[in-house]
């Protein structure tokens, strides 16, 4: 069985009558990569700045490795290597002063040297190990704040928008790291980049306006979306003879041929009722009638349209909006 390294339980943050974070609850195991998302606002900043303790909550059990973070602080934040979104770097210093200093900062016990120099190895910053942080490209700046969240060792690693700012180059390295980093660390990975999220990440989480509104395995998470599954198939037969076969299956609402012809095959736009899934089916009864299938992928139901419906169904309409705009002014506010 997976172990439990964060458990977080119907959480709530609030300022005044506002909730930065309303009732999410979720866990991590150990090993797992999760993307955590949101628009801006959503609560994703709040949660990890309570998750890595840096923010008190209203409400709610937060634990990591088993002990709660308030009355284990001390050896939760042992367990925790955190990357901010803007990384808390000295641009006066030597990479390694910066490393050296963070490594007195948190007490390490390790053997000095080779744990700092092993860090540097796996982030790849080795070759700029003497140079001013301040003179380093962000790339490399980024990579520092990495090796920074490293230092001690910790079974997990929180990283709020690590690639922020990067060129499309640094952003595939970064990228190659998280996946290293994860075979040996828990990872939390906040982000707006929803490819980043397809890339390297087990699960995604997704949160709105403080509420959990998503949390699937990253290839499941086009089932978290209420609405038809379309598929394009690529298939070798008589155009009118397949659209007949193809409409006459159950679950199937429309089909439509594209027109788009590679060699003697036909690309169709096939629908089907919701939590219907017709590939199998779909298969079985082309290859029965001997019309070869070359080429099936889902479409509309990436990750991109997944967070745009869930978050875009949480959002007042603009007609609830108008209401209460109405509705205030009636009563003498703005």
Known sequence: MQTCMINIDHLVKRYGNKYAVNDISFKVGEGEIVGFLGPNGAGKSTTMNILTGYLSYTSGTVEVGGLDIIDHAFEVKKMIGYLPEQPPLYSDMTVEDYLNFVYDLKKCTFNRKKHIMEIC??????????RLIGNLSKGYRQRVGIAQALVGNPKILVLDEPT???DPRQIVEVRNLIRTLGLDHTIILSTHILSEVQAVCDRVIIIN?????????????????????????KICGPQKEVLSLLRAQPGVTS???????????????????AGVDIRKPLFSILAKNNYPIIGLEAVGAGLEDVFLSLVDAKEPTTKARKKTVRKRSSAGGV
């Open 164 to 166: 922020i700012g990067l």
């Open 255 to 273: 089909v439509e041929a594209i027109g788009q012809h590679d060699a003697d095959s036909i690309t169709y736009l096939i629908e089907s009722e």
């Open 209 to 233: 306006r403080g509420k959990l509104v998503a949390d699937k395995r990253t290839e499941d998470i086009a089932t978290a979306v209420e609405g038809n599954r379309r598929l394009n198939a």
């Open 121 to 130: 190895e796996v982030v790849r910053i080795a070759d700029v190990y003497k």
